[in-house]
């Protein structure tokens, strides 16, 4: 049979990353494929086309390779790429197809087959390929250096000659990678950090960071939600509410990261509680793509309201677009050799990694959850 051949798309301006660098292209070229680059695609991640080359990539132009590839990796998706494919062409990237269900309906139109990799079941035999917790790992990371950069104080106490300062208060909502990331870089820069869960699971795992998790009585049970937050009672909302409330108040720092797969990110942070922080405070809003867990957030910018700064950013990751990529690159790796083992063309639909990541095969919508969401907007 002829060698398979992946194709690494450049993704578009505002993104850094690319889904392989050189050396990953090296582990696919030893498994037994054929890598091609498109021109350029590795500049902003600093891996230039002569790294790829000596790697025993190919570089080629994008025409070649939309037309060309057997797999395509580019991390996003946008209509005029789905216009250059043409079937059975496979690819790999991170669509988020529940909250563009309409793209993926162009692309099943097309025939394409799409593996979003942001919908992987979230099981044990799932983390050497879970690229959400690779990139959310990072953005809890930065989160708290862009935060620490914004504040105009210390974060440690500090007991100089010209007297004692004492340390920033931190507090992060939402103890997913990213919340914890954040918390345990958060307490190496010296700050006092408090933590909000709605999964009482977490608390071990934020004490043990040297954090204070603050319990809310009543939260409906998110064992089940792979990390997510879950929709919660009105009861339990007015308790968290006010809990928030209090300890926003007496915060320097404020990070959150809540965010419900396919929904828009819940609303934790009201007008009234960020009038009510110090001036100088710092927002950093990790769920802002999906509208943002504060009133004031704006995805992309940074707000500066009432005197405290609110920036909007789900895209941190790719402000660390060499580490970010490596990690990428070894998610795909993992999930390419998971579809297609002894480098066998049949994908294996039994698998339930393989048939949880297909969002589209044969012209057909394969996940049904964006079939739901398709059909509650009438567009099928």
């Known amino acids: 049979p002829r060698t398979m051949i992946i194709g690494v798309l450049k993704e578009p301006g505002y993104e850094s990353r690319v889904s392989l660098l050189p050396d990953a292209a090296t582990a ?8 091609w680059i498109e021109k350029g695609a590795g500049a902003a991640a600093f891996s230039d086309d002569s790294l790829y080359t000596r790697s025993g990539a190919l570089v080629k132009e994008r025409k070649e390779i939309t ?36 793209l993926v309906k162009l692309a099943a139109e097309k025939g394409l087959t799409l593996f979003s990799m942001d919908m992987l079941p979230r099981i044990s035999r799932a983390q050497p390929m879970d690229v959400l917790s690779s990139q959310a790992n990072i953005a809890g990371y930065k989160a708290v250096l862009l935060a620490a950069n ?13 007297g004692s300062i004492s340390p920033a208060k931190v507090l992060v909502i939402g103890a997913g990678v990213a919340g914890l990331q954040a918390v345990a870089t958060a ?19 934020v004490n043990s960071l040297g954090a204070k998790f603050v319990e809310v ?44 797969p396919g929904k828009r990110a819940p609303l934790l942070v009201t007008d009234e509680m960020v009038a009510s922080m110090k001036p100088g405070s710092v927002i950093i809003d990790l769920a802002a793509a999906t509208g943002g867990n504060t009133t004031r957030t704006v995805n992309n910018q940074e707000v500066f309201w009432n005197g405290v700064h609110i920036i909007g950013n789900s895209n941190l990751a790719a402000s660390m677009p060499v580490d970010a990529s490596r990690l990428y690159g070894k998610n795909v790796i993992g999930f390419i050799s998971l579809l297609f083992k002894e480098n066998e063309t049949q994908l294996n639909f ?20 964006v079939i739901q969401l398709l059909q509650e907007k009438s567009l099928i």
Not at 28 to 35: D, N, P, R, Y
Not at 67 to 82: N, P, T
Not at 150 to 162: S, V
Not at 191 to 201: G, H, K, L, M, S
């Open 28 to 35: 696919l070229l030893k498994k037994g494929w054929e890598v």
């Open 67 to 102: 037309a060309g590839a057997d797999i395509i990796l580019s991390i996003h998706l946008d209509v005029s790429l789905i216009d250059e494919m043409r079937p059975p062409k496979k690819l790999i990237g991170v669509y988020y197809p529940l909250i563009n269900p309409d």
């Open 150 to 162: 914004r504040f105009p104080r210390y974060f440690p106490m500090l007991m100089t000659a010209a």
């Open 187 to 205: 307490r190496r820069l010296g700050a006092v950090v408090e933590v909000f869960d709605t999964r009482q699971a977490v608390k071990e795992e």
């Open 217 to 260: 009585e009543g939260a409906a049970d998110a064992s089940g939600a792979g990390g997510y937050a879950v929709e919660q009672s009105e009861d339990f909302l007015r308790g968290q509410k006010a809990k928030i409330a209090e300890r926003i108040s007496r915060s320097d720092i404020l990070i959150t990261t809540a965010q419900i």
């Open 350 to 369: 039994s698998d339930e990694l393989v048939k949880g990541t297909c969002i589209a095969h044969e012209g057909k919508i394969t996940n049904e959850r």
